[in-house]
C-alpha cells in the first residue's frame, strides 16, 4: 500500500534542515534545567518541613502558658496607689 503519507514521510527523513542541527542538544540542556529546578524546589519544601518540625519539638506540649497577675495601679490595696506612696514617707 503506497500513499502520499508513505511519501512525505520519506521526504522528510531524506530532507536536511538547518534548523534540527542543535535540536537534540536543546531539548536536553532544557529537560536539565527543569529537573535541577525541581530538585532545588525540593530541597526548599524539606528545609520548611524540618524548621517546622523543629519549631514544634522545641515548643513541645509540656510548656505551660504564661500567666502574670493583675496589677490595677490606682485600685484598693495597690502598693502603687499615690495614697500608700505618700503615706509612706511619713
Known sequence: ???DIDE??????????PGLEGLENAVLAGVKSRREARASIQ???LAGVGAIALGALAAGPAAQPASASPLAPFGAGSPLAPSTLLMSER
Open 8 to 17: 512525505a514521510l520519506r521526504r522528510l527523513g531524506t530532507a536536511s534542515h
Open 43 to 45: 530541597m526548599a519544601a
Open 1 to 3: 500500500m503506497h500513499s
